[in-house]
């Protein structure tokens, strides 16, 4: 089984080329509707996927709907401080700086310019849920 992320976007063209710059996720689809606007395409970072789409006239984003809709989770990464100056750089708000987090990961937060909310994370230690305060359902 695969989940993949869907970001929905009013400007499908303009989240393409900012991922790729802030972030370096490729490209690997884009389909233009009848519309004359990308309604969907499909990037990828290392081995993992993230679906977006423009669903029409009657979509807002985040931003213009006053908050967060959804949080988007990439862990695993190699070098998130590095990670987190490429994005700067490349005009992405900074929310968290990166942080080395209880749980074992070092973790920084960023928004993308239509309001979507992302946490980038890289393993920094193994610690046992219950050593952090989690319960486990197992």
């Known amino acids: 089984m695969t989940?993949?992320?869907y970001l929905?976007?009013?400007d499908v063209?303009?989240?393409l080329e900012f991922l790729a710059r802030a972030l370096g996720f490729e490209e690997v689809l884009r389909y233009t509707g009848p519309q004359g606007y990308v309604s969907h395409a499909e990037m990828r970072l290392g081995d993992d996927m993230i679906y977006l789409g423009d669903p029409g006239d009657g979509y807002r984003n985040p931003n213009k709907l006053g908050g967060p809709t959804v949080l988007v989770?990439?862990?695993?990464?190699?070098?998130?401080?590095?990670?987190?100056?490429?994005?700067?750089?490349?005009?992405?708000?900074?929310?968290?700086?990166?942080?080395d987090q209880q749980y074992g990961e070092r973790r920084f937060g960023a928004i993308d310019p239509e309001g979507h909310h992302w946490h980038f994370s890289q393993?920094?230690?193994?610690?046992?849920?219950e050593d952090w305060g989690a319960t486990t359902s197992g």
């Open 3 to 5: 989940i993949t992320p």
């Open 8 to 10: 929905l976007y009013e």
């Open 13 to 15: 063209d303009a989240a």
């Open 73 to 99: 989770g990439v862990s695993d990464l190699d070098d998130v401080d590095a990670l987190c100056e490429r994005a700067r750089a490349a005009g992405m708000q900074i929310s968290e700086e990166p942080t």
């Open 123 to 129: 393993p920094i230690d193994d610690v046992a849920p």
